[in-house]
């Protein structure tokens, strides 16, 4: 088991909501490491958020993907990882599964 399916299960808290989606909860649980980015993770929210990019209409969102960096864990844990730097700067927090 690698350290990010130690996540897996991991009640959280989604900080740093970029301007193309509206969270109605800032709250969730992890349920998978993401398979493309490092450092990311899928994230079922507790209600959905609103995913507007302004080109195709908003769409409702149940999970996203979450930067490790824009996540804390609702209780303490010792063992929270940091992200690695791999994401181009600039690149926005949190992005719809694909």
Do not use: C, K
């Not at 350290?3 to 808290?13: K, M, P, Q």
């Not at 507007?52 to 609702?74: C, F, K, M, Q």
């Amino acid at each position: 088991m690698d350290a990010g399916e130690d996540l897996v299960g991991v009640r959280v808290r989604v900080h740093a909501a970029s301007h193309v989606l509206r969270l109605e909860a800032d709250t969730g649980q992890i349920i998978r490491p993401d398979t493309l980015w490092d450092g990311y993770y899928i994230v079922r929210l507790d209600q959905p958020a609103s995913y507007d990019n302004g080109v195709a209409p908003p769409t409702r969102l149940s999970e996203i993907r979450v930067a490790i960096d824009n996540l804390e864990p609702l209780e303490p844990r010792p063992d929270w990882p940091t992200a690695p730097l791999s994401f181009e700067e600039g690149e926005p927090a949190e992005y719809p599964v694909e």
